[in-house]
């Protein structure tokens, strides 16, 4: 058991405190209470809390309304598993869901995007340290979802390939006290649409596009543009493309125009392999979690259950038709970009006008470490670094430093101004 807990005197043992479970059955009949009803517009799922030492608690939005139910139903959205003290935390708004996440203090099934957004549903708890929002946006007929928090100068956080808003928690939950952050599901990855990859649609230039739209119909001036992997070669084309809308990009092993890749870009050109996305494939979970796991120079730096949660959640991606043909559509996109040329990648870089920071990880195993000296050759003016302990998702493995490093730089280019 890992409820609440306290020393009694006089005692070596620890016993349960039971009326932390008792505050924890209180805090779901208040539920009702706080319900956001605006913000579950369309939405019909059910979510299982199950609070240690008291049992599992359903929790079925529908219909613009909520209903919380004792005991587990079958095949819920999400299941959230933590003890007393971290759920009486939660439901009185002393910390939140991304927090007690990332620090190991709720784990999660399911379908994490929706679990994310099971907190948005309610107004913050008395103590309350934020509003969490999810946004709907129309641009150009797609639908882009996002997660929402804080004020100041607006920051977008873009993620990478096959990825989702979630692989930016630790990023949102650490600079939305500062700022405006703007985690978002990019088109055809997480809840947003998924359009079929006809014409110029998941190309690097339509993806930018795409998030420039979301920029203006979101009324955001000047924004910080903060992309791993692809979602780093989208802010840098969205720089070059409006550059009048960006005050700065930042790229977590941002993905570039790969050498490696160079000898195939004739024949990912030619044909459009990324229609096989039409079958299946199924991927075994060890597959996965072994792949997840890869993307990390030390994954003992985050917790099994997060790992496991990642990896479940492009299991249950894979089995979605539309996120199959985005990713390998987006996948021979960045695979077939021209690296040289007028109007190659290294040529039009050296054209940027913003602000850009790159990090780079010595042991990332997607987008190599010499990546980072071919950018200082493109960009003098650039802050490039090359850390040594991290892989591809510093943001994840180091959220810390990556945090700190982003503060430090934001504030720079904002006092700047």
Not at 99 to 107: C, I, K, N, P, T
Not at 288 to 295: A, H, N, T
Request: proline share 6%; glycine share 10%.
């Amino acid at each position: 058991m890992t409820t609440l807990r306290h020393a009694v005197p006089g005692v070596g043992d620890l016993v349960a405190a039971p009326d932390r479970l008792a505050e924890a059955g209180a805090s779901f009949l208040r539920m009702a209470e706080r319900f956001r009803p605006e913000e579950a517009a369309d939405l019909e799922a059910t979510w299982v809390v199950d609070v240690e030492g008291r049992g599992p608690t359903s929790i079925h939005v529908r219909d613009g309304r909520c209903l919380v139910s004792p005991g587990a139903v079958e095949a819920p959205a999400a299941t959230l598993t933590t003890d007393a003290e971290t759920w009486v935390e939660l439901a009185e708004g002393h910390t939140d869901g991304i927090r007690a996440f990332l620090a190991g203090r709720l784990s999660v099934t399911g379908d994490l995007n929706l679990a994310l957004r099971l907190e948005t549903l309610f107004h913050p708890g008395p103590g309350g340290r934020r509003a969490i929002e999810t946004r709907h946006t129309q641009v150009r007929g797609t639908t882009i979802e996002s997660v929402v928090a804080g004020t100041g100068t607006p920051v977008l956080l873009l993620h990478g390939l096959g990825a989702s808003k979630v692989s930016f928690l630790p990023t949102f939950d650490g600079l939305a006290d500062e700022h405006e952050v703007h985690a978002l599901d990019l088109p055809g990855f997480g809840k947003s649409d998924r359009p079929l990859p006809a014409g110029r649609r998941y190309t690097m230039a339509w993806m930018a596009d795409q998030v420039h739209g979301y920029i203006v119909r979101n009324r955001l001036r000047q924004v910080h543009l903060v992309g791993n992997s692809m979602g780093g070669r989208i802010a840098i084309e969205l720089a070059l493309r409006h550059p009048d809308s960006v005050r700065s990009v930042v790229g977590l092993g941002a993905a570039v125009a790969f050498d490696e890749y160079q000898r195939l870009g004739h024949v990912l050109r030619l044909l459009q392999p990324h229609w096989a996305g039409v079958a299946p494939f199924p991927m075994r979970m060890a597959w996965v979690e072994g792949m997840v796991r890869d993307l990390f120079h030390d994954p003992s730096r985050v917790p099994a259950a997060n790992l496991r949660a990642a990896a479940e959640e492009v299991v249950e991606m894979l089995g979605d038709r539309g996120y199959r043909l985005a990713l390998l559509a987006c996948a021979r996109r960045l695979g077939c970009e021209r690296a040289t040329g007028r109007r190659g990648y290294w040529h039009r870089l050296r054209q940027l006008s913003v602000p850009t920071f790159w990090i780079f990880g010595r042991h990332d195993s997607l987008v190599h470490h010499r990546y980072a000296a071919r950018v200082e050759d493109a960009l003098p003016s650039a802050r490039v670094e090359l850390w040594e302990d991290v892989g591809h998702v510093p943001q994840f493995e180091v959220p810390d430093r990556t945090n700190e490093a982003l503060h430090d730089w934001l504030d720079r280019i904002d006092d700047a101004r």
